[in-house]
Each structure stands twice: as C-alpha cells, then as structure tokens.
C-alpha cells in the first residue's frame, strides 16, 4: 500500500536521486522531474524492478523555464491523482568571488537556486491550494546560516533565500499545509566532487540523504542534517564572529 505521492525535483542525480531511492524503499509512489530525462528514465526503471508495487513517474524539468514547474506540476498531479509532498530539490552550485567577471556563472546559480525554487514553490502551493494540504519541502544548505566568501558567495546567498520563502510560507499558515526546510551539511554528491576530497564533515551521499529522508518523514520545520555535527556547528555559525565562521566552514 502506497504511503503517499512525492514530487523530487533535481531527481536525476546527487541527492534527488538517493531521495527517490529510499523514499520508494519506505513505500511512496514518486513523480521525479529534472533536465536529463534519459537519466530518469534508468532511474525509474531501476525503482520499478526494486519495487514493482510502486508508482514511478518522470517529466523533464527544466526549473529556469518560467512556466515549466506549473505545467509540471500539474500534468504529475493529474496522472498521479494528486501529490501529498512535493521536494524542491533542483539545484545548482556554480559560482566565483563577485567581481572576478563570471557574473554568468552567478546568475546561472541565483536563477536556479531561487527564482526556480520561487517558481517550484509557487506550483506546489497551487495544488496544495486546491486539493486543501500538502507537505512542501525545501532544500537549503548550511551555507544559508551566514554569507559565505569567493566561489560560495551566491550560492549561499540563494539558499538562505529559500530558507526565507519557507518561513515566510509558515508564517501565512496556509490550511493544510505543512512546511519543511532542511539544511543539509556536507554530502557528498556530484555537485561537490571537485571538492569532496577536502572538505571537513563529509558524508556520503546515501549516509547524508538518510538524515534527510528522516527530517522529511517527521515533518520537521527545520533540520540540520546530519544532525552531528551540523546542529551545534549550525548553532556556532549563527553566533559567532565571521572571522570565526570562515575558518569552521
């Protein structure tokens, strides 16, 4: 028996895809949605033959096109007969220090990170509207905590945008609907392999996308994750000097 419908934007790789490997393992049926179709494609014929009692839907998404999450949304919502929970998830983390002349690189990342998150966050509220609840998440970062410096400086500056839409969508108390934002730490994920090899308090990724899957099934409002070390680390970061934070993080 299905526990659910889960929209996971971002679902072709990195933490999208272990989401949908172990939201399926814990019974939901998925709709996943990102740009490279042909790696939803295998994913979900993997997710059919792990779990041939569940449901698995895929749509390309391309969240930077202004009107592609509506259509989206409501074309998975329809073949689904609605969606319980949807994962904004798509992300991007491209950038350099301001004024180093790769603005491109920037915006590419403030235009996916936050206007597509807007937008994402717009369509899934639409439904939850008109079917009267939903749990709507949204994928922060522990960079959000506090500006960070050179090639994070946008991305960072993205993500505490989506941790704001996410508190000021509490703030409204829109019947029904709960509302999730989870701060996930270092995971290691295709996104940061550049890095992965020297950054402190990195996971891997089904390690990581554990404590997230965790958060989202309690429904938390807010979530660090892991919870060690990145709950007192999160704590540290919102309290200390900057000069502090950047050598911690």
Same mark, same amino acid.
């Given at each position: 028996m299905s526990r659910g419908t889960c929209l996971i934007t971002g679902a072709s790789s990195g933490l999208g895809e272990e989401m949908a490997r172990q939201f399926a393992a814990l019974g939901w049926d998925l709709a996943l949605c990102a740009r490279r179709v042909e790696r939803l494609e295998r994913l979900r014929d993997e997710l059919r033959a792990r779990h041939p009692d569940r449901r698995i839907e895929i749509a390309a998404l391309d969240v930077t096109d202004p009107e592609a999450p509506f259509t989206v949304v409501r074309q998975l919502a329809d073949t689904l007969g609605g969606l319980d929970r949807v994962i904004v998830n798509a992300g991007l983390g491209k950038g350099a220090a301001l004024g180093t002349g790769r603005h491109d690189a920037n915006r590419q990342t403030a235009m996916t990170?936050?206007?597509?998150?807007?937008?994402?966050?717009e369509a899934a509220l639409e439904h939850f509207r008109e079917r009267g609840g939903g749990h709507l998440v949204l994928i922060s970062s522990?960079?959000?905590l506090r500006g960070m410096r050179r090639a994070m400086?946008?991305?960072?500056?993205?993500?505490?945008?989506?941790?704001a839409l996410a508190e000021g969508i509490r703030s409204e108390r829109v019947p029904g609907v709960d509302v999730s934002v989870i701060y996930p730490g270092y995971i290691r994920s295709e996104m940061n392999a550049h890095v992965a090899h020297r950054t402190k308090f990195m996971v891997d990724t089904p390690t990581g996308v554990r404590a997230m899957v965790r958060a989202?099934?309690?429904?938390?409002?807010?979530?660090r994750v892991p919870a060690w070390p990145w709950a007192p680390i999160?704590?540290?970061?919102?309290?200390?000097?900057?000069? =502090?934070?950047?050598?911690? =993080?």
């Open positions: 990170n936050f206007v597509g998150a807007l937008a994402q966050t522990v960079s959000a400086t946008t991305y960072a500056a993205s993500k505490a945008g989506v941790a989202i099934e309690r429904r938390r409002t807010n979530a999160g704590t540290a970061m919102k309290l200390l000097p900057l000069s =502090v934070v950047r050598r911690m =993080v």
